[in-house]
């Protein structure tokens, strides 16, 4: 059953179980690389044996002297089916203490594997925070702000990776030591977690006010008067221009090259003998709302104003039929203009005027363009207070938000300078936080939020200022100047 090792070769004798032949020279390297090597004392003799491949282990035992007390077999719990306890030639010493071996031996197996399960569940949660932010911070709605944050969550997110595995590649890490992990892992999954869903919320919420009715109208050709009108939500000059003071419903201002045209074709229609209606036809029609009051204020100032204001002229150059006719237009696009901006119970009467002189078979020209020009003159009275007042609305708004966007500017730049003195405190292994660099800025967009950090240097090619979303990004920019951070963002730091 067991076979003898001897060199330089290795070969199997057989022979009579209990009995081995030690033959030498062994070559040990040979022999130790068998999977079914073993050795014994026999006659104060070390035997290398090996036996054949395939058989029972208990067969092997009992070829080599199971009965004695201290047999391996008598102490090694994990031969099935035998009670050591009642084996009389087993010392209970032994016994006991296989026991306990064997116990141990099974939690530490059960601890290794809670362990290693631990580990991968650390780091399935490390790569899923690092997906989901590399797929957030690619998308082309953020604004600087959010993708500084969602940068610097990146990096955080790495650093920790990159800090766990070198500490597995150490050594293996105990239960406590997991535990640890596990609690960083679970804090920044949190502050990823917040942060992702508060700045997916903003971009949802900017998409949504896009693609809005209200946001696709313009109010005006000045893409700054929008935006002033955003400062006037909440207000009674929430839908008025507060360039103009007109109402928004009545879309784009006319151009100065518009109501140019307006005026110098009705001109050209009424001027001289005669009258061109063919030409006042087609203009009239074209006065509407939105309009009307920028082509007589033009016409007003360029042509004269007074008795011989637009309405004036073209009223007086008008037969009856053409009074008919055209004057209701005028007055549609002036009362329509009125009760956009809320004062039409204001020129109730002036309407009331026209409608009842309209209905005479004698029309008076001077009751119609009275009348007319009182609703334009109120108009007129309206909107120039509207931006008066839109103007002070914009102005309080503004500092008030010029207030709230300096406190943010703080409170940002106070956590911020706490948070990269933290990371190089953490970096460099010092005991206290350490002091920043006077020349430390840490930078912010027009709302107040972070977008970076940056630093002037002073190097040899002259002063450079570098900038970086993170800490680590902004060590890389001065370590490119051939200077050490810790020189530079650090000074009077007790290591």
């Known amino acids: 059953m067991f076979g003898s090792i001897y060199g330089p070769g290795v070969l199997n004798d057989t022979i009579v179980p209990g009995y081995g032949?030690?033959?030498?020279?062994?070559?040990?390297?040979?022999?130790?690389?068998?999977?079914n090597r073993t050795t014994r004392n026999f006659g104060e003799a070390t035997q290398y044996v090996t036996y054949p491949v395939g058989r029972p282990q208990t067969m092997y035992d009992l070829a080599q002297n199971f009965t004695s007390p201290n047999h391996i077999s008598n102490w090694n719990p994990m031969l099935i089916g035998m009670d050591l306890t009642n084996n009389n030639g087993t010392n209970p010493y032994l016994t006991q203490q296989g026991q306990v071996s064997a116990y141990n031996w099974g939690a530490n197996l059960a601890t290794q594997m809670q362990i290693e399960q631990s580990v991968q569940g650390i780091a399935g949660a490390l790569n899923s925070m690092l997906s989901s932010l590399e797929g957030l911070v690619k998308s082309e709605n953020l604004t600087n702000a959010q993708k500084a944050t969602l940068q610097g969550l990146l990096e955080e997110v790495k650093?920790?990776?990159?800090?766990?595995?070198?500490?597995?590649?150490?050594?293996?890490?105990?239960?406590?030591?997991?535990?640890?992990?596990?609690?960083?892992?679970?804090?920044?999954?949190?502050?990823?977690?917040?942060?992702?869903?508060?700045?997916?919320?903003?971009?949802?919420?900017?998409?949504?006010?896009?693609?809005?009715?209200?946001?696709?109208?313009?109010?005006?050709?000045?893409?700054?008067?929008?935006d002033n009108n955003a400062d006037l939500a909440g207000t009674e000059y929430q839908n008025i221009d507060p360039e103009t003071g007109r109402h928004t419903s009545l879309g784009n201002v006319p151009s100065k090259a518009e109501c140019r045209q307006f005026c110098a074709t009705i001109f050209d229609a009424i001027d001289g003998i005669g009258t061109k209606n063919d030409v006042i036809e087609q203009t009239i029609p074209g006065l509407t709302a939105g309009n009307i009051v920028e082509v007589i204020s033009y016409w007003n100032k360029n042509y004269g104003s007074g008795d011989q204001g637009m309405i004036r002229r073209l009223i007086d150059d008008l037969g009856h039929g053409e009074k008919k006719k055209y004057v209701p237009m005028l007055l549609n696009a002036l009362q329509t203009r009125a009760e956009a901006l809320g004062i039409d119970d204001e020129i109730d009467t002036y309407v009331t005027n026209i409608t009842k002189e309209l209905s005479d078979w004698n029309i008076?020209?001077?009751?119609?363009?009275?009348?007319?020009?009182?609703?334009?003159?109120?108009?007129?009275?309206?909107?120039?207070?509207?931006?008066?007042?839109?103007?002070?609305?914009?102005?309080?708004?503004?500092?008030?938000?010029?207030?709230?966007?300096?406190?943010?500017?703080?409170?940002?730049?106070?956590?911020?300078?706490?948070?990269?003195?933290?990371?190089?405190?953490?970096?460099?292994?010092?005991?206290?936080?350490?002091?920043?660099?006077?020349?430390?800025?840490?930078?912010?967009?027009?709302?107040?939020?972070?977008?970076?950090?940056?630093?002037?240097?002073?190097?040899?090619?002259?002063?450079?200022?570098?900038?970086?979303?993170?800490?680590?990004?902004?060590?890389?920019?001065?370590?490119?100047?051939?200077?050490k951070a810790e020189d530079v963002l650090i000074r009077n730091t007790n290591a």
């Open 159 to 226: 650093a920790l990776k990159e800090r766990i595995a070198n500490q597995l590649r150490a050594k293996n890490p105990t239960q406590e030591e997991v535990a640890a992990m596990q609690q960083e892992v679970l804090e920044l999954q949190k502050k990823v977690g917040e942060a992702a869903d508060k700045i997916r919320a903003e971009v949802n919420e900017a998409v949504n006010n896009e693609n809005s009715p209200a946001a696709s109208t313009p109010s005006s050709n000045s893409n700054e008067t929008h």
């Open 21 to 35: 032949v030690t033959k030498f020279p062994v070559n040990l390297n040979t022999f130790w690389s068998l999977p």
């Open 364 to 483: 008076s020209d001077g009751i119609c363009s009275k009348n007319l020009t009182a609703i334009y003159d109120k108009i007129v009275e309206k909107e120039n207070a509207n931006k008066t007042g839109a103007k002070t609305t914009i102005e309080g708004k503004e500092a008030e938000n010029n207030r709230k966007v300096q406190e943010r500017r703080t409170q940002v730049e106070n956590e911020k300078r706490n948070e990269i003195a933290n990371k190089m405190k953490e970096q460099l292994n010092l005991n206290d936080v350490p002091q920043l660099a006077a020349g430390l800025k840490v930078e912010t967009d027009d709302n107040g939020e972070f977008t970076g950090y940056s630093i002037e240097l002073n190097t040899e090619n002259g002063k450079v200022k570098v900038n970086g979303c993170t800490y680590q990004q902004l060590v890389v920019e001065i370590e490119k100047n051939n200077l």
